[in-house]
């Protein structure tokens, strides 16, 4: 499958205004970048438009600031890292309404491959409203204009989606591009045997990407919190686990569609349960393993048991391809980790394109200390998940094809 969309190596740059949506919303603590990993990240597309001579003037958000500018949520510690990184001054243009006078001076006053960055675009309201009058101003500063913020590429925000209605010249940076390629073949043309497995907390968070995947794997495996309701379904008792009650219907009509269209799917067959959900989240934990059928009255499930692990284990093996969203269970405690790291493990080792969806899966695979085996790991949850369900989304939607 073709990328079918514009790519920052086919835009011509050289002496141009390039505005590029980034994804600098970092972790911070006391005014400090506690992990620098999304700015790492942009670099490559950055240094590329440099190279060819653009004035890249670059946008982000930060956090989620409810009230307009807040000091907590600037971006200023964003643009002395960046130019640490880029060894060259990047120019912070600190304007509350983001495209102000200081930014309309940083902007007039760029050479060819300058940088220059601009405050939290969410410091003006219009941006989560995809209101006209903030694109235009973001578009008043720029010739052409690229997204490389493929977290945000599901949210139609004015620095996402709405100032392309205004800069026709768009393209994708290099993180978006290596998102759709890896994200977009896995789904839509994968090397065969195709596997998916779905975790995390919620039925309800993944319902499209159950009914859509049903369509397109060999295997789907289901595990974490939301493999309850699946047993649920099946009739058994589940004790105290969590289980989404008007979800049990739709689990009884995925495992019959499943059964349908010859999916073959895996629930956990045993179980780690507990009397209680951990306080603190990785404190001590008394743990016992049974069957998936029999779990006790009064006990929850917190993750797969052992033969579990070694059914999905085995099941990743014999896949050529396999994306991965959700652990499989409380990953954060270190007694009921061990599904999540089984997964991990076992994609880490198999012949296969391994495709992690961001969010937690994402932290738990470079928790595990097994990022550097996987094929990709997606720096978007959300804009993951809603790939997965075979969405069209807005920030890539908007850019011109190729």
Not at 165 to 178: F, H, I, N
Not at 262 to 268: C, D, H, T
Request: glycine fraction near 10%; hydrophobic fraction near 40%.
């Amino acid at each position: 499958m073709g990328l079918g969309k514009k790519t920052v190596e086919e835009m011509d740059v050289r002496g141009k205004r390039v505005l590029v949506r980034c994804d600098f919303n970092v972790p911070m603590k006391d005014g400090k970048i506690t992990n620098d990993n999304r700015i790492v990240a942009a670099l490559p597309t950055i240094k590329k438009l440099i190279e060819n001579g653009g004035k890249v003037i670059l946008c982000s958000h930060l956090g989620k600031p409810k009230n307009g500018p807040e000091e907590k949520f600037s971006l200023a510690p964003v643009a002395v890292r960046l130019s640490e990184l880029l060894g060259k001054e990047v120019v912070f243009a600190n304007d509350d309404t983001v495209v102000g006078e200081n930014a309309k001076a940083a902007v007039a006053a760029m050479k060819d491959g300058d940088v220059v960055l601009l405050q939290n675009t969410r410091f003006r309201k219009e941006e989560t409203k995809n209101l006209p009058e903030f694109s235009q101003d973001l578009a008043s500063i720029a010739d052409c204009y690229v997204n490389d913020a493929f977290g945000s590429a599901h949210r139609a925000h004015c620095s996402t989606a709405g100032v392309t209605d205004y800069v026709k010249d768009t393209a994708v940076g290099y993180l978006m591009e290596k998102e759709i390629r890896y994200l977009g073949n896995a789904v839509n043309d994968p090397v065969r045997p195709f596997t998916a497995i779905l975790g995390g907390a919620k039925v309800a968070d993944k319902l499209n990407v159950i009914a859509n995947l049903l369509e397109k794997v060999d295997t789907l495996i289901i595990g974490g919190g939301m493999a309850y309701t699946f047993l649920a379904a099946k009739g058994y008792g589940v004790g105290t686990s969590l289980v989404d009650e008007e979800k049990v219907e739709y689990c009884k009509e995925m495992m019959a569609k499943a059964e349908a269209k010859g999916v073959k799917l895996l629930l956990p067959v045993d179980t780690v349960i507990t009397a209680a959900f951990p306080d603190p989240i990785d404190g001590p934990v008394d743990v016992q393993v049974v069957p998936s059928d029999s779990i006790p009255a009064g006990m929850m499930g917190l993750d797969i048991g052992p033969k579990t692990r070694e059914l999905f284990a085995e099941a990743v093996k014999a896949s050529k391809t396999v994306v991965w969203n959700g652990p499989m269970g409380v990953f954060e405690n270190p007694t009921l980790a061990a599904g999540t790291l089984a997964v991990a493990k076992a994609m880490a080792e198999a012949d296969a394109t391994t495709v992690i969806g961001g969010g937690d899966s994402a932290a738990a695979v470079m928790q595990l200390g097994y990022a550097d085996k996987m094929t990709h790991i997606s720096t978007g949850g959300g804009a993951s998940l809603e790939y997965l369900e075979g969405k069209e989304l807005p920030g890539i939607a908007c850019i011109q094809n190729a």
